[in-house]
């Protein structure tokens, strides 16, 4: 099956730092990834919608200025946290479409915890 | 407002037991609906539904959905303590982007 690799998988900062996700199709082509955020206990929630070569389109209640997405190869898709707040601290994770089914499948997840 | 929603929240179980899962969305323009068991970190593929009444079956592990009602079940037979896990209902609509359910977060006791 599709794999889809995601980095780093757990990451602790303090407070007012940037932190880089990245997510990598690995053996096909994305050219849309979708990142989400999930809070203990509750569903995911999608944040933004990553086209290649275009800009992310962000859901609503989610600030594009601090939540930076670039999608810049068919294999990779960044989501950069900037200036972290303790807030922040969730697990966020990536998906890629897979073929013409819209079949989804996800990273790992990245746990993000700001001091 | 887009919405899929899941019941039970929660459902504990023995071993062995056969549980059903439900589903029920309301979104515009529907696409497709799809089945992801969630153990610690990465949602897993289990079924993509598109037609009605068409029952997808994987193992112990069955699925359809209703496009006239609005719902889907997932069926897990014969249940086994590897099955303990959130089972996330998502659906695709017309934006292609994923609604996700709430999630029902299913214990297997031995």
């Known amino acids: 099956g599709a794999v889809v690799s995601q980095h780093p998988s757990r990451v602790i900062c303090k407070s007012g730092t940037s932190v880089k996700i990245e997510c990598r199709s690995l053996d096909f082509q994305a050219t849309t990834m979708f990142w989400y955020r999930q809070f203990p206990k509750q569903s995911l929630m999608l944040m933004a919608t990553?086209?290649?070569?275009?800009?992310?389109?962000?859901e609503q209640g989610v600030e594009k200025d601090k939540f930076l997405i670039n999608h810049a190869s068919l294999t990779l898709s960044t989501l950069t946290v900037t200036s972290a707040h303790p807030e922040d601290s969730s697990f966020y994770i990536c998906s890629a479409r897979h073929g013409p089914n819209e079949k989804l499948f996800f990273g790992s997840g990245t746990q993000l915890s700001v001091l | 407002e887009d919405k899929v929603v899941q019941s039970p929240l929660s459902l504990v179980v023995h071993e062995g037991d056969t549980v059903t899962l439900n589903c029920s969305y309301e979104v515009t323009n529907f696409r497709s609906l799809l089945w992801y068991k969630q153990e610690k970190k990465a949602p897993t593929f289990l079924f993509m539904l598109t037609s009605s009444g068409i029952e997808k079956k994987s193992g112990r592990l069955s699925s359809i959905l209703d496009k006239k009602e609005l719902f889907s079940i997932l069926n897990i037979t014969a249940t086994q303590t590897g099955d303990s896990a959130v089972y996330l209902c998502a659906v695709i609509q017309g934006a292609q982007k994923l609604v996700f359910g709430q999630g029902t977060r299913l214990t297997i006791n031995p």
């Open positions: 990553s086209n290649e070569g275009s800009k992310a389109t962000y």
